[in-house]
């Protein structure tokens, strides 16, 4: 895949155009109501952007994983609502994605105009790429602008089967994403470092193995840690570990040290008897955990180190969490080093790119997100990218 084939629609003429524009407006929403816009948010300047040029926008996502057809639930309706309120004028939702009821509010859109098309999942052959119900939605654009780079890893009809129906183009957001990661990653500032946390190895070790042979320095947080100091003949009391993985932990170590990228574990850590919000903590060296403890964070002193280890990288590339930062005090150890990150990044001293769902929650609390060069709107398909794999999405716009 030659990422610098992405084209956008720059310079094109789409006055009167139809354009399928797949957006990601997979929100996290409540009894109807959406409760972090963010993406939402993200994709508006975009669309606002197509409908300057007096293109006549159609939007399509999933929403949600309904499993049997439509339902109220994932229905795209507030969301639709949403996005009015955001881009400041009406966006209409047709009542599906293909056929009449498309076709019908399709044709009435004038240029300029947003409609989104109600949740492409709706429909069984969005997930199986079905090239009939692709060819169906493709009836209804002239053009497609795949803007849905955290949908990306699927290769669904309209993440990936429409590409090869339409003119398909990369959206801005899109690209913002693949520049990001492009910055922190393939063409980096060196050193670089990478913060890898999160509960378990065993999600992560592909992402471990593809970023040793890449980054200078893996510093390695949150649960998964554990598995690494136990693979280091470290005792770790009750903490959550992966004993299954130790002979894994150590082949990563090893694969790490032929490629001189140093990985960097806890020194201290904090522990508490049970995981509870306010449950009593100490702080302990990571060699003197008690049989009764377990690790819920990592430690000041572990924290200096890591920030030690940033001071001497131009880059970083954060997933996963250093500890459980959802039930305090267990979140000072990533809170710590998040606000660390953002001030080198405010003195212009690093470029720091940090992507995941739990990631993001994390910098949000700790107040830091805006300070970040760059923080993704995606989780899987950031992942997927950390992991080295070409998401099927991008690959289909990039030949
Ligand atoms: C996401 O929220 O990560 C994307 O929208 C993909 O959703 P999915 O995991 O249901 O495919
Ligand atoms: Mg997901």
Redesign the pocket.
Known sequence: MNLDKLKTTDGLDLKGKRVLVRA?L?VPAKNGVVTDATRLERIVPGLKDLAARGARVVVLS?F??PKDGPDTENSLAPVAEALGRITGFPVALASDCVGEAAASVVSALPEGGIVVLENTRFHKGEEKNDPEFAKAVAALGDIFVND?F??A??A?ATTEGLARLLPAYAGPLLMEEINALRRALEQPKRPVAAVVGGAKVSTKIPVLTNLSAKVDKLIIGGGMANTFLLAGGVEIGKSLAEPDLLETAREIMLAAKSRSCEIVLPQDVVVAERFAAGAPSRTVLSMDVKPGDMILDVGPKTVGHYVDVLSRCETLLWNGPLGAFEIAPFGEGTFALARAAAERTKAGTLVSVAGG?DTVAALNAAGVTDAFTYVSS????FLEWLEGRELPGVAALAR
């Open positions: 990601d997979n999933h949600g994983r849905a955290s949908a890893h699927r669904h769902g995606a989780g899987g398909a």
